[in-house]
């Protein structure tokens, strides 16, 4: 059988570029579903782009390959799309936008461009056998069938969330046809601690600034059972490497002014009690067992005031790890840039074989950075195609 076309993976960016293109197209899946991540994304409401899209919100070992590719389809095209679909959509917070009612609508529209473009799409089906043939490429199927395609497009993604489907397949394919990969490693993910410290305020959340590896991000933290969670923790989490440390910086923004000004007018107020109106009352007990709480407020010197502000603003942890692709939202590295072509995703020495979506190396921010370079890059190709 003859495809011009073969996209192995219908995820956003498989689906995305079987979408657009014209000719006989086949998408290939092992799931039982297409899109599965895109459904549970968002908390089911699939947080599908970010109005303030850039290439600075994305990490890659070249940090300008994402650029091209951002510029011909963006964020403002991908919502043209969702608005040309009656699908309606709200900004949450920083410019992330989600849908009102589901994450099935993004899939249904997925489904409905394939659909007008008479794509076939065959699911419970995996790729067994995939070589290079005369003009084009020859696959065996799961299902025994034996196929010729002129060009193939691998969109299965990172390895993050195995439980869902997740392989390292793009990079197996990447390494049979002789093209480097940069360092895998889980990306968005929560930090662990060993001694599970936090255990007794897990559940609490402060706004707080999280830095790793020079880059700070401020958004929620959330201490949990096993360490640390909430945005500004997963964000960090892609810039951070094994055995560094994290500097949180919990200190409310007016809580030392407001502790100096409490001092003169009710000296005899006990601290504790004191922070518990800036810091939730758990917290505080904890940081009792870090910092020297004691005393009431008449007690506390400027220095002593001043040494807690900095010890809230400057609390350095040293996580034990992460909880690793089980719950990461993202894969970081992958497929080498420096093996592809920036405007078209083909692979530069294997005409016809084109990489798009998670399975590069290009790895956004939280906040629907990571399904725009899906569509972006799915458009790169499909333009090509
Ligand atoms: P994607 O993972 O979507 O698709 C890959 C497809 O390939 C899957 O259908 C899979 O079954 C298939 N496949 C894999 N191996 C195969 C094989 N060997 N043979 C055949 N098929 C194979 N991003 C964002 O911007 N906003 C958000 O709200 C969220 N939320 C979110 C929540 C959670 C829980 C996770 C895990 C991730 C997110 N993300 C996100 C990240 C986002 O889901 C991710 O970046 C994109 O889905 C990547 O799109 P791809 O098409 O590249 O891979």
Request: glycine share 12%.
């Amino acid at each position: 059988m003859e495809f011009e076309t073969v996209i192995i993976g219908a995820g956003a960016a498989g689906m995305m570029c079987a979408g657009h293109l014209d000719g006989r197209t086949l998408v290939v899946d092992h799931a039982k579903a297409p899109g599965e991540k895109i459904r549970i994304s968002g908390g089911g409401r699939c947080n599908f782009t970010n109005m303030y899209c850039d290439p600075g919100a994305f990490l890659s070992q070249n940090p300008h390959f994402a650029k091209s590719a951002l510029a011909r389809y963006t964020q403002w095209d991908f919502i043209a799309l969702v608005d040309a679909h009656g699908i309606p959509w709200h900004e949450k917070t920083l410019g992330q936008l989600f849908c009102d009612t589901s994450a099935k609508d993004i899939i249904a529209m997925l489904r409905g461009l394939m659909q007008a473009r008479g794509v076939a799409l065959s699911l419970h089906t995996r790729v067994e056998d995939l070589r290079a043939d005369t003009g084009g490429y020859a696959l065996t199927l799961s299902d025994g069938r034996r196929l010729r395609a002129g060009r193939v497009v691998i969109a299965t993604g990172g390895k993050s969330i195995p439980k869902m489907g997740a392989t390292g397949y793009a990079y197996d394919i990447a390494r049979q046809f002789g093209l480097p990969l940069t360092d895998t490693r889980p990306a968005l993910v929560p930090f662990t601690f060993p001694d599970r410290r936090f255990a007794e305020i897990s559940g609490v959340s402060v706004p707080a600034r999280v830095a790793a590896g020079g880059t700070a991000f401020e958004e929620a933290l959330l201490f949990t059972h096993r360490g640390l969670s909430g945005p500004a923790v997963l964000q960090a989490s892609s810039y951070w490497e094994e055995g560094a440390p994290v500097t949180l910086d919990i200190l409310p923004a007016d809580m030392l002014e407001a502790l100096r000004a409490q001092r003169q007018t009710a000296g005899r107020r006990n601290m504790t009690t004191e922070l518990a109106r800036h810091l939730p009352a758990r917290l505080v007990d904890h940081l009792a067992g870090l910092f020297d709480l004691s005393g009431n407020l008449a007690d506390w010197s400027d220095a002593r005031l001043t040494a807690l502000a900095d010890g809230l603003r400057q609390w350095e942890l040293t996580p034990g790890g992460t909880e690793g692709y089980r719950t990461a939202e993202v894969t970081l590295g992958g497929v080498d840039t420096d093996a592809l072509s920036s405007r078209t995703m083909a692979a530069r020495d294997m005409p016809g074989l084109y990489f798009i979506g998670e399975a590069v190396d290009v790895t956004g921010w939280l906040g629907g950075y990571n399904f725009q370079w899906a569509w972006s890059s799915a458009m790169a190709a499909a333009a090509d195609l």
